[in-house]
């Protein structure tokens, strides 16, 4: 793995065990992130995108209609 790169990010999203392990040849620092504040900070990442999404949907005219019902699908799917 190079420099910055992550691991175990399915392990959290699904609350299941890693599929690998892995073992550092050089002196690291590890960060570790508890599953529930993973999915806090991907729910949020989510909802940001899609509110920028809907908002540029919003400013083309022929789909201004469609924005309330964009929100109400996402909202609720």
Do not use: H, P
């Amino acid at each position: 793995m190079t420099q910055g790169a992550g691991f175990g990010e399915l392990a959290l999203l699904y609350n299941d065990k890693r599929s690998a392990s892995i073992e550092a040849v050089d002196d690291c620092e590890t960060w570790t992130l508890e599953g529930s504040i993973f999915k806090k900070i991907i729910v949020k990442s989510s909802m940001t995108k899609r509110n920028l999404q809907a908002g540029f949907l919003n400013e083309i005219k022929l789909f201004s209609k469609f924005y309330i019902l964009l929100t109400l699908y996402y909202r609720f799917s």
